[in-house]
């Protein structure tokens, strides 16, 4: 299903499209819990702990790196939040195992993501049409560019923007901003498709003024009010078919 709300936004094709990646182009929920407890089975066997031990000291040092800092790409890093929930265990910071566990976590995460359907065929679809695309995602470079390898991708987009190259998390405006310095697309019609109705659609729009395109599925929360997308889809063949129908306009 496509839903648009605004057909004023829709009457030409795109200059430049942006996308978003986690839980946009693949589930991310489905992905994590199977690494999430990957990474719990192996801490709990290797130190004979209890689950709750576990649990309580991985969200203690999840919370401390959150808070300590904010909306920067390493707020969201495995590596540290494995390697304070050692140190909060007692164990002070043993490097070796937390690369190991943060290994096992991306080891398991990528071997459990799947890219939802069509995403190649709608990238091969903007390729003929000639509009530049790039990924704009929060997060460390590393394990992004490792993620577009790993889905195929990396020949589908033309850039990438990671918030620790921008400095900031979307919704900031600079990984929004940087993705238009590094693509100059020839027109302002630029579309940003993303899942999160904050950080990809009310992000956007403030910052570029973008067209902005909700992915739903389960578990995504539709924006409203300052947050309403200007058009949600449940599956990317909707969004080929939209793309085709503009091309014969
Ligand atoms: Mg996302």
Redo the contacts with the bound molecule.
């Keep these: 299903m496509m839903k648009i709300l605004d057909p004023s936004k829709f009457a030409q094709l795109p200059d430049a499209i942006l996308f978003?990646?986690?839980?946009?182009l693949y589930a991310?929920d489905p992905a994590h819990a199977v690494a999430q407890k990957a990474v719990r089975d192996k801490v709990i066997k290797t130190f004979s702990i209890s689950g709750d031990d576990f649990d309580s000291a991985f969200k203690e040092a999840r919370a401390q790196v959150k808070l300590r800092l904010k909306e920067t790409a390493s707020s969201h890093s495995r590596l540290l939040y494995l390697q304070r929930m050692l140190e909060i265990m007692g164990l002070g910071s043993q490097v070796l195992l937390a690369l190991d566990f943060e290994q096992t976590y991306w080891r398991t995460f990528l071997g459990n993501a799947v890219l939802f359907s069509d995403v190649k065929e709608l990238l091969d679809d903007i390729r003929l049409l000639g509009i530049p695309t790039a990924i704009v995602?929060?997060l460390t470079a590393q394990i992004q560019f490792r993620k577009v390898v790993y889905f195929g991708l990396d020949q589908y987009f033309d850039y990438i923007v990671t918030s620790e190259e921008a400095g900031f998390d979307k919704p900031h405006e600079a990984p929004f901003q940087i993705a238009l310095e590094k693509m100059n697309p020839k027109g302002n019609c630029i579309w940003m498709v993303?899942?999160?109705s904050i950080?990809?659609i009310s992000g956007a729009r403030q910052s570029i003024n973008a067209v902005t395109l909700q992915k739903v599925h389960a578990g995504v929360q539709v924006g409203s009010g300052p947050h309403m997308p200007d058009a949600i889809f449940e599956d990317f063949f909707q969004l080929r078919k939209l793309l085709d129908k503009l091309s014969q306009d």
């Design positions: 978003d990646t986690d839980n946009t991310y995602t929060d993303g899942d999160n950080n990809d």
